[in-house]
């Protein structure tokens, strides 16, 4: 079984991008400029912004962390959005989700200026996915389609089972697939007889957040499977997907760790990267 693995991927991506910024810095005037936003005391959240960090420091993005007590206000929070719109050293805006409850995060996500908009969450740039006009994609499932990209596993033509609705992964990555002539089957808890629809896909995509919900009576040989869980349990970081179960049967699968985490923060400093290149002409 092939492994997809993750963190060379995203490697080979930042070192790219490390050597496009050394390129374009001194005509830009400055390197790149990602505000990220962390409210609260989240610790898989803390933890996530604090990779987001090493891995900007490493690419040569200046990250500007801003954190924020969980009981800031909403008012509060948007004055900060406000401002980080308007500072023209800030190329990407990210707001690390979740917020506490009593925050509307909707409504400061659709205050990210779109341009800045690098976790492709804004609705214009859904919006434009929709279309396939040029927008910033969401991440993560950005970060699969330059997975796939990487190992030459091509989606076109083949049956795909997305198994997962959310706004952030599951309706982004069916668009994606689908600009890939993909054929897609979305899956979700009200699905009747799930395990059916997956054992007929090609590639098996599974985004719920219950560990080992994808299991190896569902996956046809040949298959190939991406993980995008990470589910914290006793025994460590485990996705969606049981790995031991599956490993035998499938084409090629993804690891976790190591498998769409890495990718997810490569394509957030491509995005930066690439909104600083629009912002400076470069």
């Given at each position: 079984?092939?492994?997809?693995?993750?963190?060379?991927?995203?490697?080979?991506?930042?070192?790219?991008?490390?050597?496009?910024?050394?390129?374009?810095?001194?005509?830009?005037?400055?390197?790149?400029?990602?505000a990220?936003?962390?409210?609260?005391?989240?610790?898989?959240s803390?933890?996530?912004?604090?990779?987001?960090?090493?891995?900007?420091?490493?690419?040569?993005?200046?990250?500007?962390?801003?954190?924020?007590?969980?009981?800031?206000?909403?008012?509060?929070?948007?004055?900060?959005?406000?401002?980080?719109n308007s500072?023209?050293?800030?190329d990407?805006?990210?707001?690390?989700?979740?917020?506490?409850?009593?925050?509307?995060?909707?409504?400061?996500?659709?205050l990210i200026?779109?341009?800045?908009?690098?976790?492709?969450?804004?609705?214009?740039?859904?919006?434009k996915?929709?279309?396939?006009?040029?927008?910033?994609?969401?991440?993560?499932?950005?970060?699969?389609?330059?997975?796939?990209?990487?190992?030459?596993?091509?989606?076109?033509?083949?049956?795909?089972?997305?198994?997962?609705?959310?706004?952030?992964?599951?309706?982004p990555?069916?668009?994606?697939?689908?600009?890939?002539?993909?054929?897609?089957?979305?899956?979700?808890?009200?699905?009747?007889?799930?395990?059916?629809?997956?054992?007929?896909?090609?590639?098996?995509?599974?985004?719920?957040?219950?560990?080992?919900?994808?299991?190896?009576?569902?996956?046809?040989p040949?298959?190939?499977?991406?993980?995008?869980g990470?589910?914290?349990?006793?025994?460590?970081?485990?996705?969606?997907?049981d790995?031991?179960?599956?490993?035998?049967?499938?084409?090629?699968?993804?690891?976790?760790p190591?498998?769409?985490?890495?990718?997810?923060?490569?394509?957030?400093?491509?995005?930066?990267?690439?909104?600083?290149?629009?912002?400076?002409?470069?």
């Amino acid at each position: 079984m092939l492994i997809l693995d993750g963190k060379a991927a995203s490697a080979k991506l930042r070192n790219r991008l490390k050597n496009e910024i050394a390129d374009l810095a001194p005509k830009a005037g400055r390197p790149p400029g990602l505000a990220v936003i962390l409210v609260g005391e989240d610790p898989a959240s803390a933890i996530y912004v604090r990779n987001k960090e090493k891995n900007c420091k490493e690419t040569g993005i200046i990250s500007k962390a801003h954190k924020l007590p969980a009981d800031i206000s909403q008012a509060e929070l948007e004055e900060l959005i406000i401002s980080l719109n308007s500072d023209d050293e800030i190329d990407g805006i990210l707001l690390q989700l979740p917020l506490p409850k009593h925050l509307d995060s909707q409504k400061c996500l659709e205050l990210i200026k779109p341009a800045k908009d690098v976790d492709g969450f804004h609705p214009e740039n859904v919006g434009k996915l929709t279309l396939g006009l040029p927008a910033f994609r969401s991440c993560t499932p950005a970060g699969i389609m330059a997975l796939l990209q990487e190992y030459q596993q091509d989606v076109s033509g083949k049956d795909c089972v997305v198994v997962g609705r959310s706004n952030i992964v599951g309706k982004p990555l069916a668009l994606m697939l689908l600009s890939r002539n993909a054929t897609v089957t979305i899956c979700h808890s009200r699905t009747a007889d799930l395990k059916s629809h997956v054992q007929k896909a090609d590639f098996i995509f599974a985004a719920v957040g219950i560990p080992a919900f994808i299991t190896g009576d569902m996956v046809k040989p040949g298959a190939v499977v991406v993980d995008v869980g990470i589910n914290r349990t006793d025994d460590g970081l485990v996705g969606d997907c049981d790995f031991q179960g599956i490993q035998h049967k499938a084409a090629a699968m993804t690891p976790v760790p190591g498998g769409v985490g890495p990718m997810t923060i490569a394509l957030l400093l491509k995005n930066t990267v690439n909104s600083w290149k629009i912002r400076k002409n470069l």
